[in-house]
């Protein structure tokens, strides 16, 4: 008994991610800075449904314990916003990607670490995933395509 293979349909790819395999990083860098933005512009701006300074920081001293409130509520508005601005950018992207790390090490294991693991339940699962994302750019800094190496800063 001979087994005959038949050819596979499956594409050939190689051309293609050869061609924008270089993308992929800087695809994981903005679309991080890009997506800690709203969440920034909530605490920061009351957009996208947010509460603004005042709101988050509220919410931050009578449910979460953090006092001053408005301050933690300012500093994470900060970061998530101005911190994900400078990862879209590459612009020390090194210091923003810690600062984000900080962030969501805090809120991971500061607060919502009682709650278990899904997000759904408000669990640390989503600040995990960020911080661990900033981790990978603290790592790699902003790279080829990027303000840092554009104005000769360390990547």
Do not use: C
Not at 4 to 29: F, M, N
Not at 34 to 44: E, R
């Amino acid at each position: 008994m001979t087994i005959q293979h038949t050819a596979t349909t499956t594409p050939d790819l190689s051309s293609i991610t050869e061609k924008l395999g270089s993308l992929s990083y800087p695809l994981v860098r903005v679309t991080t800075g890009l997506l800690l933005m709203p969440h920034g512009a909530q605490k920061l701006f009351g957009w996208f449904g947010g509460y603004g300074i005042a709101g988050t920081g509220e919410f931050f001293a009578s449910q979460l314990g953090m006092n001053p409130g408005w301050l933690f509520a300012l500093a994470a508005g900060l970061v998530e916003f101005f911190g994900g601005l400078a990862l879209v950018l590459g612009l020390l992207t090194r210091p923003a990607a810690l600062a984000i790390a900080v962030l969501m090490a805090v809120a991971a294991f500061g607060v919502h670490l009682p709650n278990g693991f899904f997000w759904t339940a408000g669990g640390y699962e989503y600040p995990l995933m960020w911080g661990l994302l900033a981790i990978a750019v603290l790592l790699r800094g902003g790279d080829k395509l990027s303000l840092d190496r554009r104005l000769g800063l360390p990547l």
